[in-house]
Nanobody
């Protein structure tokens, strides 16, 4: 099992920046990737971005709607993945979830952190 705890959410204004953090614990050695998803009420959870885990370079992937604004990074020594969000828009308002996976689909989830962007 892997446990994930997010932090860093809050209320910001449009154009501001925010950095989310996610600390992993448990069977971290089994992970191949960690990432971020988001969800607004009434909509399905959507992929934001992720990064490969373990040895070697961390390769990041992003949803089209955040490219150039959001950056996923990792600190293996701290078992932490980050989501740096710049130029935030009101439509970025959502609950942001940290996720982790082994060889298959994302199976471990944090409880989420609320991000609210006011216009």
């Amino acid at each position: 099992q892997v446990q994930l705890v997010e932090s860093g959410g809050g209320l910001v204004q449009a154009g501001d920046s925010l950095r989310l953090s996610c600390v992993a614990s448990g069977r971290i050695v089994s992970l191949s990737a960690m990432g971020w998803f988001r969800q607004v009420p009434g909509k399905e959870r959507e992929f934001v971005g992720d990064i490969t885990w373990g040895d070697g370079g961390g390769w990041a992937n992003y949803a089209n709607f955040v490219k150039g604004r959001f950056t996923v990074s990792r600190n293996n020594a701290k078992d932490t993945v980050y989501l740096q969000m710049n130029s935030l828009k009101p439509e970025d308002t959502a609950v942001y979830y940290c996720a982790a996976r082994g060889a298959g689909a994302y199976e471990f989830w944090g409880r989420g952190t609320q991000v609210t962007v006011s216009s």
